[in-house]
Protein backbone atom coordinates (compact mmCIF):
# COMPACT_ATOMS: atom_id res chain seq x y z
CA UNK A 1 0.00 0.00 0.00
CA UNK A 2 0.94 3.44 -1.18
CA UNK A 3 2.08 5.41 2.00
CA UNK A 4 2.99 8.97 -0.02
CA UNK A 5 4.18 10.65 -2.85
CA UNK A 6 6.26 8.99 -5.14
CA UNK A 7 9.21 10.29 -5.89
CA UNK A 8 8.32 10.27 -9.72
CA UNK A 9 5.51 11.98 -9.00
CA UNK A 10 4.74 15.37 -11.73
CA UNK A 11 2.39 18.20 -10.85
CA UNK A 12 2.17 18.95 -14.51
CA UNK A 13 1.77 15.07 -15.84
CA UNK A 14 -0.91 14.33 -12.59
CA UNK A 15 -2.94 17.78 -14.11
CA UNK A 16 -2.90 16.34 -17.09
CA UNK A 17 -4.47 13.32 -16.13
CA UNK A 18 -6.79 14.89 -13.70
CA UNK A 19 -7.69 17.52 -16.40
CA UNK A 20 -8.92 13.89 -18.51
CA UNK A 21 -10.90 11.89 -15.86
CA UNK A 22 -12.70 15.35 -15.18
CA UNK A 23 -13.05 15.75 -19.28
CA UNK A 24 -14.72 12.45 -19.27
CA UNK A 25 -16.69 12.42 -16.62
CA UNK A 26 -17.71 15.47 -15.34
CA UNK A 27 -17.07 17.53 -12.18
CA UNK A 28 -19.89 15.15 -9.80
CA UNK A 29 -19.43 12.52 -11.82
CA UNK A 30 -15.38 11.59 -10.96
CA UNK A 31 -14.92 10.27 -7.28
CA UNK A 32 -11.21 10.81 -5.31
CA UNK A 33 -10.65 7.06 -5.82
CA UNK A 34 -10.95 7.95 -9.76
CA UNK A 35 -8.58 10.44 -9.55
CA UNK A 36 -6.30 8.98 -7.08
CA UNK A 37 -5.77 6.02 -9.40
CA UNK A 38 -5.46 8.29 -12.50
CA UNK A 39 -2.88 10.07 -10.80
CA UNK A 40 -1.13 6.76 -9.70
CA UNK A 41 -0.97 8.09 -5.88
CA UNK A 42 -3.13 7.79 -2.60
CA UNK A 43 -5.75 10.21 -1.25
CA UNK A 44 -3.25 11.71 1.73
CA UNK A 45 -0.52 12.32 -1.39
CA UNK A 46 -4.02 13.87 -3.33
CA UNK A 47 -4.73 16.50 -0.65
CA UNK A 48 -1.38 17.42 -0.07
CA UNK A 49 -0.38 18.18 -3.61
CA UNK A 50 -4.24 19.69 -4.96
CA UNK A 51 -6.08 20.14 -1.32
CA UNK A 52 -9.63 18.46 -1.94
CA UNK A 53 -11.40 17.53 -5.10
CA UNK A 54 -12.78 21.01 -5.95
CA UNK A 55 -9.36 22.44 -5.70
CA UNK A 56 -7.85 19.84 -8.18
CA UNK A 57 -10.81 20.54 -10.21
CA UNK A 58 -10.18 23.91 -10.65
CA UNK A 59 -6.18 23.93 -11.24
CA UNK A 60 -7.40 21.08 -13.66
CA UNK A 61 -9.70 23.49 -15.93
CA UNK A 62 -6.50 26.23 -15.63
CA UNK A 63 -4.79 23.59 -17.27
CA UNK A 64 -7.53 22.99 -19.78
CA UNK A 65 -8.36 26.61 -20.44
CA UNK A 66 -4.31 27.24 -21.46
CA UNK A 67 -3.91 24.23 -23.29
CA UNK A 68 -7.12 22.10 -24.67
CA UNK A 69 -8.66 25.75 -25.38
CA UNK A 70 -5.52 27.27 -26.29
CA UNK A 71 -7.01 28.51 -29.57
CA UNK A 72 -9.12 30.86 -27.99
CA UNK A 73 -6.37 33.56 -27.83
CA UNK A 74 -5.19 32.89 -31.56
CA UNK A 75 -8.75 32.95 -32.66
CA UNK A 76 -9.21 36.37 -31.53
CA UNK A 77 -6.38 37.33 -33.26
CA UNK A 78 -7.55 36.62 -36.39
CA UNK A 79 -7.54 39.99 -38.44
CA UNK A 80 -11.66 40.34 -38.99
CA UNK A 81 -14.17 39.51 -37.60
CA UNK A 82 -15.70 36.90 -39.40
CA UNK A 83 -11.95 34.86 -39.37
CA UNK A 84 -12.79 35.28 -35.66
CA UNK A 85 -15.51 33.51 -35.29
CA UNK A 86 -14.93 31.31 -37.73
CA UNK A 87 -11.49 30.05 -36.73
CA UNK A 88 -13.45 30.19 -33.11
CA UNK A 89 -16.19 27.64 -34.27
CA UNK A 90 -13.80 25.03 -36.19
CA UNK A 91 -11.58 25.20 -33.57
CA UNK A 92 -14.17 24.00 -31.13
CA UNK A 93 -15.25 21.28 -33.65
CA UNK A 94 -11.61 20.02 -33.65
CA UNK A 95 -11.11 20.09 -29.43
CA UNK A 96 -14.48 18.16 -29.17
CA UNK A 97 -13.95 15.47 -31.21
CA UNK A 98 -9.87 15.05 -30.92
CA UNK A 99 -8.51 11.77 -30.67
CA UNK A 100 -7.38 10.53 -28.02
CA UNK A 101 -9.23 12.59 -25.83
CA UNK A 102 -12.87 12.49 -24.26
CA UNK A 103 -15.66 13.93 -26.63
CA UNK A 104 -16.95 17.22 -25.93
CA UNK A 105 -15.76 19.61 -23.66
CA UNK A 106 -14.48 19.97 -20.07
CA UNK A 107 -16.57 23.54 -19.14
CA UNK A 108 -19.42 21.65 -20.46
CA UNK A 109 -19.11 17.88 -19.04
CA UNK A 110 -17.50 19.63 -15.86
CA UNK A 111 -20.98 21.77 -15.16
CA UNK A 112 -22.95 18.43 -14.96
CA UNK A 113 -23.08 19.37 -10.94
CA UNK A 114 -26.57 19.04 -9.62
CA UNK A 115 -26.19 18.73 -5.49
CA UNK A 116 -26.03 21.78 -3.22
CA UNK A 117 -22.68 20.39 -2.36
CA UNK A 118 -21.22 21.39 -5.73
CA UNK A 119 -22.30 24.75 -6.23
CA UNK A 120 -18.75 26.40 -5.94
CA UNK A 121 -18.47 24.73 -9.15
CA UNK A 122 -21.20 25.07 -11.12
CA UNK A 123 -20.39 29.32 -10.20
CA UNK A 124 -17.09 28.87 -11.42
CA UNK A 125 -17.94 27.25 -14.72
CA UNK A 126 -20.20 29.65 -15.28
CA UNK A 127 -17.94 32.55 -14.66
CA UNK A 128 -15.14 30.89 -16.87
CA UNK A 129 -17.70 30.90 -19.76
CA UNK A 130 -18.88 34.35 -18.97
CA UNK A 131 -15.30 35.38 -19.32
CA UNK A 132 -15.01 33.28 -23.07
CA UNK A 133 -17.86 35.67 -24.10
CA UNK A 134 -16.78 38.62 -22.66
CA UNK A 135 -13.34 38.00 -24.78
CA UNK A 136 -15.23 37.66 -27.70
CA UNK A 137 -17.89 40.40 -27.23
CA UNK A 138 -14.50 42.65 -26.32
CA UNK A 139 -12.85 41.74 -29.77
CA UNK A 140 -16.97 42.24 -31.98
CA UNK A 141 -16.51 45.84 -30.09
CA UNK A 142 -13.24 46.38 -31.41
CA UNK A 143 -14.10 45.27 -34.87
CA UNK A 144 -17.66 47.25 -35.21
CA UNK A 145 -14.92 50.66 -34.21
CA UNK A 146 -12.43 49.59 -36.49
CA UNK A 147 -15.60 49.25 -39.65
CA UNK A 148 -15.26 45.57 -39.78
CA UNK A 149 -18.93 44.99 -38.33
CA UNK A 150 -21.93 47.43 -39.70
CA UNK A 151 -22.25 49.99 -36.71
CA UNK A 152 -25.64 48.99 -36.80
CA UNK A 153 -24.17 45.08 -35.67
CA UNK A 154 -24.77 44.32 -31.51
CA UNK A 155 -21.41 42.94 -30.19
CA UNK A 156 -23.29 41.40 -27.09
CA UNK A 157 -25.68 39.24 -29.48
CA UNK A 158 -23.10 38.08 -32.16
CA UNK A 159 -20.99 37.44 -28.82
CA UNK A 160 -24.01 35.17 -27.01
CA UNK A 161 -24.92 33.28 -30.27
CA UNK A 162 -21.71 32.14 -31.31
CA UNK A 163 -20.95 31.18 -27.64
CA UNK A 164 -24.39 29.27 -28.04
CA UNK A 165 -23.37 27.69 -30.79
CA UNK A 166 -19.38 26.74 -29.57
CA UNK A 167 -21.35 25.15 -26.31
CA UNK A 168 -24.14 23.29 -28.88
CA UNK A 169 -21.33 21.84 -30.61
CA UNK A 170 -19.74 20.54 -27.62
CA UNK A 171 -23.17 19.18 -26.46
CA UNK A 172 -23.21 17.15 -30.03
CA UNK A 173 -19.96 16.17 -29.92
CA UNK A 174 -20.30 14.55 -26.31
CA UNK A 175 -23.66 12.75 -27.76
CA UNK A 176 -21.50 11.02 -31.09
CA UNK A 177 -21.26 14.24 -33.49
CA UNK A 178 -19.12 13.33 -36.06
CA UNK A 179 -16.50 15.97 -37.10
CA UNK A 180 -17.69 16.41 -40.57
CA UNK A 181 -21.20 16.67 -39.38
CA UNK A 182 -20.13 19.82 -36.88
CA UNK A 183 -17.90 21.21 -39.72
CA UNK A 184 -21.18 21.23 -41.79
CA UNK A 185 -22.64 23.26 -38.45
CA UNK A 186 -19.90 25.54 -38.73
CA UNK A 187 -20.64 26.22 -42.57
CA UNK A 188 -24.22 27.24 -41.63
CA UNK A 189 -23.06 29.12 -38.71
CA UNK A 190 -21.17 31.11 -41.26
CA UNK A 191 -24.15 31.95 -43.50
CA UNK A 192 -25.95 32.98 -41.07
CA UNK A 193 -23.32 35.47 -40.21
CA UNK A 194 -23.25 36.97 -43.55
CA UNK A 195 -27.19 37.42 -43.73
CA UNK A 196 -27.63 38.72 -40.33
CA UNK A 197 -24.59 41.76 -40.94
CA UNK A 198 -26.36 41.98 -44.16
CA UNK A 199 -29.31 42.80 -42.37
CA UNK A 200 -27.85 45.04 -39.92
CA UNK A 201 -25.98 46.87 -42.67
CA UNK A 202 -29.54 47.77 -43.94
CA UNK A 203 -30.88 48.30 -40.99
CA UNK A 204 -27.72 50.99 -40.46
CA UNK A 205 -28.12 52.77 -43.88
CA UNK A 206 -31.84 53.30 -43.71
CA UNK A 207 -32.61 53.92 -39.52
CA UNK A 208 -31.59 56.03 -36.66
CA UNK A 209 -27.94 57.00 -35.96
CA UNK A 210 -26.22 53.81 -34.08
CA UNK A 211 -24.30 55.84 -31.94
CA UNK A 212 -25.96 55.22 -28.72
CA UNK A 213 -25.93 51.56 -28.92
CA UNK A 214 -22.29 52.12 -29.06
CA UNK A 215 -21.44 53.73 -26.63
CA UNK A 216 -23.94 51.20 -24.42
CA UNK A 217 -21.94 47.70 -25.25
CA UNK A 218 -18.66 48.69 -24.04
CA UNK A 219 -19.99 49.09 -20.50
CA UNK A 220 -22.15 46.64 -20.44
CA UNK A 221 -19.30 44.34 -21.61
CA UNK A 222 -17.39 45.90 -18.43
CA UNK A 223 -19.86 44.69 -16.26
CA UNK A 224 -20.37 41.47 -17.20
CA UNK A 225 -16.42 40.88 -17.41
CA UNK A 226 -16.19 42.34 -13.87
CA UNK A 227 -18.52 39.21 -12.84
CA UNK A 228 -16.29 36.94 -14.00
CA UNK A 229 -13.38 35.28 -11.74
CA UNK A 230 -9.69 36.87 -12.06
CA UNK A 231 -8.58 33.14 -13.32
CA UNK A 232 -10.75 33.55 -15.87
CA UNK A 233 -9.49 36.81 -17.59
CA UNK A 234 -7.38 34.83 -20.40
CA UNK A 235 -9.12 34.37 -23.70
CA UNK A 236 -10.93 31.13 -24.08
CA UNK A 237 -13.50 29.44 -26.00
CA UNK A 238 -16.62 29.42 -23.94
CA UNK A 239 -16.06 25.51 -24.27
Same mark, same amino acid.
Given at each position: ????R??E??I ?11 W??G???T?I??LT??L????P???? $? ?22 ? =???? !????? +????E???R ?7 ? +?????GC ?9 ? /? ?5 ? @?K? $?S #? ?11 L? @? ?6 ? =???AD????? +? #?????I ?5 ? !???? !? ?5 ? +? ?14 ? !???AT????? /??A ?8 A?E?? $??A ?8 ? $??
Amino acid at each position: MRTGRPREFDIDQSLDRAVQVFWRQGYEGTAISDLTDALGINRPSLYA $AFGNKESLFRRALERYTGRTAGYG =PESL !AQPTA +RAVVEHLLRGAVETTTG +RGTPRGCLGVQGALVSS /PDNDPVR @RKL $AS #WRRAGEAALRARLV @RAREHGDL =PAGADPADLA +R #WVTTVIQGIAVQ !AAGG !ASRRQLH +RVVELTLRGWDAVLAD !ATTATDTGPD /PAAAATDTQPKAAEEA $AGADTADAQPHP $AT
